[in-house]
């Protein structure tokens, strides 16, 4: 009896053992703690959410999604040693990274262990150009890129406040600077150029003297690449001095944070963001069950959720989990089904065909605008 309980337990084990190497494990990297928080939390949620459905409808290739969660707190460092901690574990598919000052590094650790790292925030054009130009396959972002933003967002400023005194800042982050200079290009060369240009230090906590600037060169826009936080603080002690300037900024303030920073001071502010993926048909029945479960999914959630829908249905069209041929059945011209809409990557990894929105901030909440 004693024999057969041994055997039997280690069968057990066994069985427990091969059904567990039989879960796909996706890692998310991103900002779980620090200023950019909540950007974290939309990856995770959105994440979760996705490999939940997923799961439930008998997974991929019969196989389960388990999910990793890595904190890079938006830190170059701390991406690296992270991606470094993901491709000791094994990991293969990494939804992730969140800023582009992270992602780009992370990018090189990724692509030298054949990992497959696809963002659902990264905007700089720097990310998969590189890759490209080093025949990386396996960078990709489900998201937008600056140029792209700034093709959009640049000539409608310069047409929008033709006459008025702008100022182009940005946080010197690779995100930050690069989408400000993207927009600051097609402004000028559309007839609007600035009146002041300068960067600021993220985290600063005072930044009075930029607005006595601000307000010395009577500037009545601002647009501003960079995060909630600072843009926030910017806001709010312009308005201490009582200066009152039209705020635009990228993508990076659909985040209800902004609001709790900025608070009355924020009323008005202008963002782009990619054509609102809340709207979408595709997103209902996410949106709604993540809402049930208290979490309002804005922001980057249902990119990070399409990112998880975009691995399962690359291995099931490769009909193989081998990152590389995962990355080359999702560049196969085919479009992938995702809760943000159909979409279709080019062979860089860059999406095709990107639309945006204008956003308004106003008493806590924000809404798409008329563009005329």
């Not at 904190?71 to 598919?93: E, H, L, T, W």
């Not at 150009?129 to 409608?156: C, E, H, V």
């Not at 089904?337 to 204008?358: C, H, M, P, Q, R």
Request: glycine share 10%; charged share 20%.
């Amino acid at each position: 009896m004693k024999r057969i309980l041994i055997i039997s337990t280690a069968i057990g084990l066994l069985i427990g053992s091969a059904a567990r190497a039989e879960d796909l494990t996706f890692a998310v990297a991103g900002p779980l703690t620090g200023p950019l928080a909540t950007i974290g939390d939309q990856f995770k949620q959105g994440a979760q959410a996705a490999a939940d459905a997923i799961n439930a409808k008998g997974g991929v290739l019969g196989r389960q999604i388990k999910l990793q969660l890595e904190d890079d707190q938006c830190d170059p460092k701390q991406a690296v040693s992270v991606a470094n901690r993901i491709v000791a574990a094994g990991i293969q598919f990494v939804d992730g990274h969140a800023c582009s000052g992270s992602s780009i590094p992370a990018s090189a650790v990724y692509a030298e262990s054949g990992t497959l790292m696809m963002s659902p925030a990264s905007s700089n054009p720097i990310m998969t150009d590189d890759a490209a130009a080093k025949g990386w396959t396996n960078i990709m972002r489900l998201y937008t890129r600056d140029d792209a933003q700034g093709a959009f967002i640049g000539p409608w400023i310069a047409k929008e406040y033709a006459g008025k005194k702008i100022a182009v800042l940005h946080d010197k982050t690779a995100y930050g600077q690069g989408v400000a200079d993207a927009v600051r290009t097609t402004m000028n060369e559309n007839g609007l150029k600035e009146v002041l240009a300068e960067g600021i230090n993220a985290g600063d906590k005072d930044y009075n003297a930029l607005v006595t600037k601000l307000k010395d060169a009577k500037v009545d826009v601002v647009y501003f690449g960079g995060y909630h936080p600072e843009a926030g603080l910017i806001l709010r002690q312009a308005a201490e001095q009582g200066f009152k300037f039209q705020l635009i900024m990228p993508d990076s303030i659909a985040s209800p944070e902004f609001w709790q920073v900025a608070g009355p001071a924020g009323e008005g502010t202008l963002f782009v963001f990619p054509s609102d993926p809340l709207a979408k048909p595709e997103a209902k029945e996410a949106v709604a069950k993540i809402q049930a479960g208290g979490f309002k999914p804005e922001g980057f959630t249902l990119f990070s959720y399409a990112v998880i829908q975009a691995f399962a249905q690359g291995i099931e069209r490769a009909g193989s989990d081998d990152p590389t041929k995962v990355a080359e059945a999702l560049k196969n011209g085919q479009p992938i089904n995702t809760v943000v809409g159909e979409v279709t990557f080019d062979a860089k990894g860059d999406l095709k065909n990107v639309s945006y929105d204008i956003n308004r901030w106003s008493k806590g909440s924000y809404a798409p605008i008329a563009i005329k």
